[in-house]
């Protein structure tokens, strides 16, 4: 090992003792510079677009768990079961009643009709 060390420092010693000094062959860039701009023309674009996403994707997270009452539904569908081809049932939560609907070819239609406090003290009588 110690043979390998003499021997590259004798040899660097050789090459800055001729003082021949060789150019190192880069390579040359074959895109015309104009083509660089339009790179970094697109690669703004691109930044912008992701940073339009991200701000769009922080304003619907934001808006989906915030509880601002200018903002808060009345209307919430709370359970629903596919009955048959064309009936559904539906729970809906509408102010503050809760309402069985159930939905067939022929419409819609009111089965029941609670006050949701009532609906919730009778769950706890029940359970």
Known sequence: MSALIIFSQSS?????ASGAHTSIPF??????SDSMAYQGLAG???AGLAAYGVILGLKRYRDKFSVNPKTARRLRTLEAI???KTS????????????LLAES???????????????????????
């Open 88 to 99: 559904m049932l539906y729970v809906i939560e509408y102010n503050g009643q809760e309402l």
């Open 12 to 16: 660097y010693a050789q090459v800055s």
């Open 82 to 84: 596919r009955l048959g």
């Open 44 to 46: 703004a674009l691109l």
């Open 27 to 32: 390579k040359q860039d074959k895109q015309p």
């Open 105 to 127: 070819a022929k419409g819609i239609q009111l089965l029941t009709a609670a006050q949701l406090a009532n609906v919730q003290e009778s769950a706890v009588n029940n359970a």
